[in-house]
């Protein structure tokens, strides 16, 4: 049986031709004209100003919070139910995290609990120093809620759009939003680098400190000369290669993953105790991966665990949602906001099959034996 993965890599077919260039051009190097083109073709299709490219999506969240001057002593609003990446570089930075629930509907950061939060360290003295924001799954947040909290409190929102690359809110593609946003290009995300990730700003003086800080910080002199310290975070020319190649194909391969949603739906919905995550009103996601909750008082003690084992035994891989970042030992005593809805979500969540190469074959494979297993 062939394996079947959650969200492998899924190349266009151009990528070679961008290799050989890099290697005929001899930029094997973080430096070269791949760099700049897929830099401009990103704040293109996002329609944002500016952007560099960096070797992952945790580096463009450091560096992004880091020009924030985040730093020892300040807290850092961030959504609990998202991936560690998310709230690492908080840490690196010698701040501290705050951790928020999740609303039901669309799963992410929910806009009260936030404002609560946000009030309650005001009050206290502690005006928290930025919200990150993640459009999880590449379900967009509600933008409107919490953009309207960062501007009366005057927080600045960063936007962690790691998984949402051609999702759009109102209109707009995501990542155009935060005061800066970032993406990750890692190897199982809607398009891939090979590892890599970027930093995107309408405001140019954050773009360049970032590519600034990216190469180590050098200062305008013909030797070496730092007045700062910097990081060697910039993105390869060959890496950048396979990012156009990838670019060039984004709008297929969100369409590919709306469409793996939608089999899900129509085949699953109506099994008892299976729900999905929301689409919200003016909220198109790019469905990076599709996922179902299980609820067991429902279902007739159908759990993801057993569809998971299921899945697996058929060499089909799926994985739990996100383990709420509250739970985890690394962030034990870490203040959080909210009730036990992420809790839920990672109790009953299970992440299918998602990539843009599946077929209606394999499609077919994952929910029959979905359906089997339903008692
Ligand atoms: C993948 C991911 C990141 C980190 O990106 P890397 O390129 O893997 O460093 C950050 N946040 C979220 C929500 C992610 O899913």
Redesign the pocket.
């Known amino acids: 049986m062939k394996k079947i993965w959650v969200s492998p890599p899924h190349q266009s077919g151009n990528e070679l031709k961008y290799i050989q260039e890099a290697l005929d051009s001899n930029y094997l190097a973080p430096a070269g004209p791949h760099i700049e083109a897929f830099e401009q073709s990103l704040s293109e299709y996002v329609c944002v100003g500016h952007a560099a490219a960096l070797s992952?999506?945790?580096?463009a969240?450091h560096l992004a919070l880091k020009i924030l001057d985040v730093g020892p002593g300040d807290i850092v609003i961030c959504p609990t139910f998202?991936?560690t990446?998310?709230a690492n570089p908080i840490v690196y930075l010698g701040a501290t995290p705050v951790f928020v629930d999740s609303e039901m509907s669309s799963w992410n950061m929910c806009a009260d609990v936030l404002e609560s939060a946000v009030k309650h360290y005001i009050h206290r003295g502690k005006k928290p120093k930025a919200i990150i924001g993640?459009h999880?799954y590449g379900m967009p947040v509600r933008l409107d809620e919490i953009l309207s909290i960062s501007h009366k409190y005057e927080i600045p929102f960063v936007e962690?759009a790691?998984?949402a690359l051609g999702s759009m809110y109102k209109g707009r593609k995501v990542g155009s939003f935060g005061t800066m946003s970032?993406l990750?290009?890692?190897g199982n995300?809607i398009i891939t680098t090979s590892?890599?990730?970027a930093i995107l700003s309408d405001n140019e003086s954050f773009i360049s400190k970032a590519k600034f800080l990216s190469t180590q910080a050098k200062d305008e002199a013909p030797h070496y000369q730092h007045s700062e310290i910097g990081y060697n975070y910039r993105l390869s020319n060959v890496s950048a290669g396979i990012g156009r190649a990838q670019l060039e194909v984004i709008e297929e391969r969100v369409k590919q993953r709306r469409s793996n949603f939608q089999f899900y739906q129509r085949e699953l919905k109506n099994l008892p105790g299976i729900s999905f995550q929301n689409e919200a009103k003016h909220s198109c996601s790019n469905r990076w991966l599709s996922c179902i909750l299980i609820d067991p008082l429902v279902s007739n003690g159908l759990t993801r665990e057993s569809i998971r084992l299921a899945l697996l035994k058929e060499n089909i891989e799926s994985r739990p949602l996100w383990k709420p970042l509250h739970l985890q030992r690394v962030f034990k005593g870490v203040s959080y906001f909210g009730g036990n809805i992420s809790e839920r979500l990672f109790e009953l969540g299970l992440c299918l099959p998602s990539g843009s190469d599946l077929s209606d074959e394999d499609l077919s494979r994952i929910t029959l034996l979905i359906k089997l297993k339903c008692p």
């Open positions: 992952s999506g945790t580096a969240l998202t991936f990446a998310s993640v999880i962690d790691a998984e970032i990750s290009f890692n995300k590892g890599g990730g």
